[in-house]
């Protein structure tokens, strides 16, 4: 692979550098502030922001169909997404946050014409929100074969029963649409055949939003994470996307880019988490002397720098094998950038933190936020041991045997 960004990325990049310098890092104060007055609704100076970022063709990014998107590769899209990742909420700006960014790529590959005009279109444009409910509270839902949430058909629609929790998106007031995951066929010998995926309307009778779940503490807002009920929800049967019993299979088409993209934003929340460590230190003054004297402090830093290096050099490698052979062959780098980052991520914050003290817990700095989602990442999308497991596993298989 070629460690070079090409001069299309390059410009990009540039492109959106000073983007976040000259707008998104001057209005963090300002969003935060403005979001305790409406958790739930959208900040009013987002809506600027998304102007200007349409403005100056930063939109849309994330999709390699240019039909939809920009055109980028996996591989072209990596630096950028790092980019966005370095604030929280920046990458809703672009058009290119979850669960969004999941949903617009399965309508834009399994959804059919109708689908992609009545809820695709929109999304594209950066005019609703919305949220993908797979995740149940009484089952391991690590498994997806054991989501019980039931989509049974009743002549011209489909009823849909069940109870889901961390339903990441929908708290929003902007959110109009959820793509659900429910068992169509749980009697099938086939427990990959069991599944479905259809689209539900929020403001559908039988969705009842029981309370907004909490990460660390935090609502996450205003985005949030949803306790839902659906109770004898009825939408039509042209909601139903690519056929009964295809669920799974989407979920598996949906779930590489979406894993990727949360590396790739992680690595940036790391860098930016780096570059404080390493300005707290220079600046600080502990026992009479600048925090950059002490060793430990400077170890800290370079391992930092080290890990990070890694976890981006993997994350490309793993991007470029999605980009040439396809999401199924390049499983296993997939697998070991989702058990790599979250885990760098982590502890590169967390170092960050203790060189900041007690401020680096406080509102004053974001690094206590992003600890909590880089924490939460090594569950969503599959915890650590899943994919270990099945990477273990494929491992184990290629190498056994070889003769």
């Known amino acids: 692979m070629e460690f070079e960004y090409s001069d299309k990325v390059k410009?990009?990049?540039?492109?959106?550098?000073?983007?976040?310098?000259?707008?998104?890092?001057?209005?963090?104060?300002?969003?935060?502030?403005?979001?305790?007055?409406?958790?739930?609704?959208e900040p009013p100076i987002m809506v600027g922001?998304?102007?200007?970022?349409?403005?100056?063709?930063?939109?849309?990014?994330?999709?390699?169909?240019?039909?939809?998107?920009?055109?980028?590769?996996?591989?072209?899209?990596?630096?950028?997404?790092?980019?966005?990742?370095?604030?929280?909420?920046?990458?809703?700006?672009?058009n290119c946050s979850a669960p969004d960014t999941g949903n617009m790529e399965v309508?834009?590959?399994?959804?059919?014409?109708?689908?992609?005009?009545?809820?695709?279109?929109?999304?594209?444009?950066?005019?609703?929100?919305?949220?993908?409910?797979?995740?149940?509270?009484?089952?391991?839902?690590s498994d997806a074969t054991n989501i019980e949430t039931s989509i049974v058909r009743d002549g011209d629609d489909y009823v849909i029963n069940g109870h889901k929790f961390y339903i990441s998106g929908l708290m929003n007031k902007r959110c109009e649409i959820m793509i659900v995951m429910g068992k169509s066929d749980a009697d099938n010998p086939n427990r990959y055949q069991q599944q479905s995926q259809i689209?539900?309307?929020?403001?559908?009778?039988?969705?009842?939003?029981?309370?907004?779940?909490?990460?660390?503490?935090?609502d996450d807002a205003p985005e949030g994470h949803a306790e839902v009920i659906f109770d004898n929800v009825r939408v039509p049967a042209g909601n139903l996307i690519l056929g009964e019993g295809r669920g799974f299979e989407i979920a598996q088409g949906r779930l590489g880019p979406g894993r990727i993209h949360h590396c790739m934003r992680l690595?940036?929340?790391?860098?930016?988490?780096l570059e404080m460590m390493a300005k707290r230190a220079e600046q600080r003054v502990v026992f009479g002397r600048p925090m950059i004297k002490?060793?430990?402090?400077?170890?800290?830093?370079?391992?930092?720098?080290?890990?990070?290096?890694?976890?981006?050099?993997?994350?490309?490698k793993a991007a470029d094998q999605m980009d040439r052979y396809g999401n199924k062959a390049a499983k296993d780098l997939i697998a070991m950038i989702k058990i790599v980052a979250p885990q760098m991520a982590c502890t590169v914050i967390d170092r960050a933190i203790q060189i900041h003290g007690a401020a680096g817990l406080s509102q004053d700095y974001n690094l206590a936020q992003h600890y909590?989602?880089?924490?939460?990442?090594?569950?969503?999308?599959?915890?650590?041991?899943?994919?270990?497991?099945?990477?273990?596993?494929?491992?184990?298989?290629r190498y056994g045997a070889e003769q």
């Open 267 to 273: 690595i940036g929340q790391a860098q930016r988490a």
């Open 49 to 94: 922001l998304k102007a200007r970022a349409r403005e100056a063709e930063l939109w849309n990014l994330f999709l390699p169909d240019p039909r939809f998107g920009a055109g980028l590769s996996n591989l072209e899209y990596a630096p950028l997404a790092e980019e966005m990742g370095k604030v929280l909420f920046s990458s809703e700006i672009f």
């Open 199 to 218: 689209l539900v309307p929020t403001n559908t009778p039988g969705v009842k939003i029981v309370r907004p779940m909490t990460v660390f503490g935090y």
């Open 372 to 397: 909590a989602y880089a924490r939460t990442i090594r569950l969503a999308d599959g915890p650590d041991q899943v994919h270990m497991m099945q990477l273990g596993r494929n491992l184990a298989a």
């Open 294 to 316: 002490q060793q430990s402090v400077r170890e800290d830093i370079a391992k930092s720098a080290c890990e990070i290096e890694q976890a981006r050099l993997l994350t490309l």
């Open 107 to 141: 309508l834009a590959q399994y959804g059919d014409a109708e689908q992609q005009a009545r809820w695709l279109q929109p999304l594209l444009a950066g005019e609703i929100r919305s949220a993908f409910a797979m995740t149940e509270p009484k089952v391991a839902s």
């Open 11 to 41: 410009v990009l990049l540039e492109r959106l550098q000073r983007f976040m310098a000259d707008y998104v890092y001057p209005a963090e104060q300002t969003y935060h502030q403005q979001l305790q007055e409406d958790r739930w609704g």
